[in-house]
């Protein structure tokens, strides 16, 4: 039995138009650009959104930690002024205010005759090398004295 076309429909289809149970080309390149679109402005979004957060990474701890939390709060809360917020913040180089205020201190401690405490990032670092030198010794001098 030959198909005969309706005599309402063109007899030149456009090449975009598949016959039925062949596989649509342009479905599937249509389908892969559009996926490739989502990943692409996807990846340009979260980009530009941690661009706060790569500024402020040069700065003190302090600054990128609070730049760092305004940029999770405008990504999850999409209110846009955090992220601004964060970006002039990230911008500004904020003054340290510890290092004098913690000699101050030092100094009237020294001069009232209390014994300074000791700075715990100083004394974690002197433990350590304190550690490494004479530990490795006096086990060696340990286990001879009793052997």
């Known amino acids: 039995m030959s198909e005969s076309l309706h005599p309402a429909a063109p007899h ?5 138009i598949t016959a ?3 596989t649509d080309v342009l479905m599937i390149v249509v389908g892969i650009i559009l996926i490739g679109a989502i990943v692409g402005v ?3 979004y979260l980009h530009l959104h941690t661009l706060p957060e790569r500024m402020a990474h040069k700065s003190q701890k302090l600054q990128f930690e ?4 305004l940029g999770l709060l405008a990504l999850f809360t999409h209110n846009h002024l955090f992220w601004v917020i964060g ?4 911008m500004v180089d904020l003054p ?3 290092t004098p205020l913690r000699r101050i201190a030092g100094s009237v ?3 009232a005759g209390v014994p ?7 004394a974690s670092t002197e433990i350590a090398g304190h550690a490494a030198g004479t530990n490795g010794g006096a086990s060696k001098s340990e286990a001879q004295g009793h052997a």
């Open 20 to 22: 039925p149970g062949d």
């Open 109 to 111: 401690e020294k001069m």
């Open 87 to 90: 970006l002039f913040l990230a």
């Open 66 to 69: 609070i730049v760092a939390v």
């Open 12 to 16: 030149h289809l456009p090449s975009f």
């Open 96 to 98: 340290d205010f510890g």
């Open 116 to 122: 300074p405490e000791p700075d715990p990032t100083e």
């Open 42 to 44: 996807g990846n340009l």
